[in-house]
């Protein structure tokens, strides 16, 4: 299942509409038909192996549901399942891992993307609570603030001061770095948080796990 999302993930950053890694050559093929298409055919096969994988799972799960609880000659089909099971995910892992060193990534298309969808319109509305309004009300003032957004093409960062205090008169210039994207990632600063300190906090735990 984990490795099935990974491949859903990399499948989607690797297409032309978020183009945010490309795959290296060795681990992609090209279109029978279209040129210009690199196509992730390894994490579309370990996707599908997905299927494979719970059709062992379900094979031992239906052997052993009409069971008593003690050893029975029905268990023997548990072989080819667990094999299957065990070389299918082998395989996977074996061909994602020299296939996500190899991949590069667009660090300046990322950040781009990050500037779409108003990802800092709760940063936003969490510096007027600090100003002293509550939420329910700072809430309503950043709605209206990306609706201004929304139907001038524009983005929180962008607008003029002029137009945060035509909506509020607390806000002042500070606002650009209460609602830059990265201090707004660092500030969310908790276990498992995406703040920079805690993520690598996390890639340590896992090597230790690994090792």
Avoid at 12 to 41: R, V, Y
Avoid at 44 to 55: D, H, N, P
């Amino acid at each position: 299942m984990h490795l099935s999302r990974i491949s859903e993930e990399i499948i989607l950053w690797a297409s032309w509409e978020f183009k945010f890694i490309e795959l290296d050559d060795s681990f992609s093929t090209g279109s029978s038909i279209m040129p210009q298409k690199k196509n992730p055919d390894i994490t579309e096969l370990i996707r599908g192996k997905t299927g494979r994988v719970y059709g062992d799972l379900f094979t031992m799960l239906t052997v052993m549901k009409g069971l008593p609880l003690a050893y029975n000659k029905d268990m023997q089909e548990d072989k080819e399942a667990v094999f299957d099971a065990i070389d299918t995910v082998n395989l996977c892992l074996t061909t994602l891992e020299p296939l996500i060193d190899t991949m590069s990534i667009n660090k300046e298309k990322m950040e781009e993307a990050t500037k779409n969808g108003f990802l800092n319109a709760t940063d936003c509305a969490d510096y007027l609570v600090q100003k002293g309004i509550p939420f329910r009300d700072a809430y309503k003032i950043v709605g209206n603030l990306v609706k201004h957004c929304i139907e001038n093409n524009r983005t929180l960062d962008s607008l003029d001061i002029s137009i945060y205090k035509k909506h509020n008169n607390l806000f002042e210039n500070d606002i650009y770095e209460a609602i830059d994207l990265h201090n707004c990632v660092n500030k969310r600063n908790v276990i498992g948080g995406p703040a920079k300190n805690r993520v690598k906090e996390q890639i340590e735990r896992v090597k230790k796990l690994l090792d």
